[in-house]
Nanobody, 122 residues
């Protein structure tokens, strides 16, 4: 079993910055991609940013140029630096990790964190 623990959410004024972190722990062979999705009230969950084990990154269109994702493979952590946040960035942010759990079958499983709330005031 793998656990993802998120931290860093909170209330921030528009134009400000916030950093989210997520730490993975448990039984893992390796972590492939990690990243963040978010869900605003009444809306579908959407991609914020992803980062592969080789550090290739991908961002949702609405956050490109403002958010930066990074990871530390040695510590099994992923972080999201959110700059120039806007009220539309408000929502629950969920960390995910695609984890290889078997050295024999190379089976991959997707894990999610519980979510951390980000509220941006105008």
């Amino acid at each position: 079993q793998v656990q993802l623990e998120e931290s860093g959410g909170g209330l921030v004024q528009a134009g400000g910055s916030l950093r989210l972190s997520c730490a993975a722990s448990g039984s893992m062979v390796s972590i492939n991609s990690m990243g963040w999705y978010r869900q605003a009230p009444g809306k579908q969950r959407e991609l914020v940013a992803t980062i592969a084990s080789g550090m290739r990154t991908d961002y949702g269109d609405s956050v490109k140029g403002r958010f930066t994702i990074s990871r530390d493979n040695a510590k099994n952590t992923v972080s999201l630096l959110m700059n120039n946040v806007q009220p539309e960035d408000t929502g629950a942010y969920f960390c995910y990790a695609m984890v290889t759990v078997s050295r024999v079958s190379y089976r991959e499983l997707l894990y999610w964190g519980q979510g951390t709330q980000v509220i941006v005031s105008s």
